[in-house]
């Protein structure tokens, strides 16, 4: 039998500390670009440049690739949404920092995994935890802007799910690449971040509320493990 210690079909193809790393890389890019069910091991493990019964040395099967993808792209930001909602920082400085977060992530990622979640394979039991973690951040979206509606007069019924919304349109944004509608970089995660805050109803500075956002940032990202982001 192929054991993991044999050496690879051919020099190292993808980026990555660990040979997990590069399984995960591999898989992002031909679940993204070609669908779950179109993708085989085989073809996982030819882009990476490993015999295919190798990749069973890191994973067991292909459903748990696409749940460690999935879990990356909403424990980093859960996490640091957390400590977002700990600190003492007001309410739109709490919600403008979480929406840059998130955003920038979203258009910094190597490969598009927000475009997962529409995977009707998703929907399954053996996904229940991603799912979970995934309203737990919607949650803390919600109680945040939950608090800045307190402060401003755009209480309309289900405003507060909108900052979640509007940071997930740059996974629609990275769809439309092709058609020269890309997102991406900081100065767009900045657009989304201003725009979740607006959307509540907050009319102050975004260059000040940019400026209070920015050690609240730091600190909250601060020891949070990297990871494939949405």
Known sequence: MTTAGRPRLSTKKRPGDTALDEILDAAAELFTTRGFTNTS???????V?????????????KDEL???LLSGTVDGPLAVAQRIADSDAAPAVKMYALALFDADQLC?????????YLLPEIREPRFDTFRAHRHALMDRYASIAADVLRETTAALPGTEELPFRLVETV????????SGRDASGEDYARVVAEAA????GWSGSVDE???????LLAHAADHVPDAPTR
């Open 171 to 178: 996974v629609n944004g990275r769809a439309d690449a092709e």
């Open 197 to 200: 805050v607006r959307v509540l």
């Open 209 to 215: 509320l940019h400026t209070e956002a920015t050690p």
């Open 108 to 116: 910094r990622s190597h490969w598009n995994l927000g475009a997962l």
């Open 66 to 68: 696409l749940s460690l």
């Open 49 to 61: 440049g490993m015999r295919q019964a190798s990749l069973y040395h890191h994973f067991a099967n």
């Open 41 to 47: 091991t085989r073809m996982i493990a030819d882009a």
